[in-house]
Each structure stands twice: as structure tokens, then as C-alpha cells.
Nanobody
Framework: QWHFVETGGGLVQPGGSLTLSCAAPGVQLDMYAIGWFRQTPGREREGVSCISTTDGSIHYADSVKGRFTISRDSAKSTVYLRMNNLKPEDTAVYSC?????????????????WGQGTQVTVSS
């Protein structure tokens, strides 16, 4: 049973930037639609962004449009989430997930494989 590994979380001041990475050792991520999700205690998991396989179509939650960028590096079999102009309300555990399908979704229930998550804290 394989799983995703997320890295790149940390503490950042408001207005700062972080880049999260999502990889699955030994797995070619080009075959999977990949989504980034976040969750805070007491709240439902929220879809942040996703990237599809064949056409590479991308979707963002309204709350992060213009600030976050998702990308795929096929050579490194890694998906990134670049987060700019971070706000305190972006504080959450961020997880990536994969689904062996073509088109991605911002719905957590559409994904079969998950990582453990990485904490992002935006605070002064």
C-alpha cells in the first residue's frame, strides 16, 4: 500500500510564501489526478486546488484564486502547490490526494489515496 508524502509546510508571516510538494516514492504521479486539500480542527476538509492528467486542466477554490498555483513536474514525479500572499485563514493541515482518473475534482470523496499532511501556519 503506497501513500503520498507532503513536504514544505511551516510557519510563515502574513503576506509570505510557501511551496508544498507532493510525491509518492516509486509511483509515477502523471497517471493520477492530484488534489490539494486543507483542514482545520472542527471543520470539514476543503478542496484547495487540483490538476488533471491528460489535459492538465487545473481548478482552484475561490478563496485561493490568484494566490496559489498548482504544477506538476513529470521528471520528478512531484506535484507542487505554490502559495503566495498567505493569510492567517490559510492556516491548516494541507494534504495531497490522488485518483486514478483523468479529470480532477475538489471533492475529497473522489480521491482514493492520501498523504498524512503537512502543517501550514500563517501568523505574525
Amino acid at each position: 500500500q503506497w501513500h503520498f508524502v507532503e513536504t514544505g509546510g511551516g510557519l510563515v508571516q502574513p503576506g509570505g510564501s510557501l511551496t508544498l510538494s507532493c510525491a509518492a516514492p516509486g509511483v509515477q504521479l502523471d497517471m493520477y489526478a492530484i488534489g490539494w486539500f486543507r483542514q482545520t480542527p472542527g471543520r470539514e476538509r476543503e478542496g484547495v486546488s487540483c490538476i488533471s492528467t491528460t489535459d492538465g486542466s487545473i481548478h482552484y477554490a475561490d478563496s485561493v484564486k490568484g494566490r496559489f498555483t498548482i504544477s506538476r513536474d513529470s521528471a520528478k514525479s512531484t506535484v507542487y502547490l505554490r502559495m503566495n500572499n498567505l493569510k492567517p485563514e490559510d492556516t491548516a493541515v494541507y494534504s495531497c490526494a490522488g485518483d486514478a482518473t483523468f479529470s480532477c475534482s475538489l471533492q475529497p470523496g473522489d480521491y482514493d489515496f492520501w498523504g498524512q499532511g503537512t502543517q501550514v501556519t500563517v501568523s505574525s
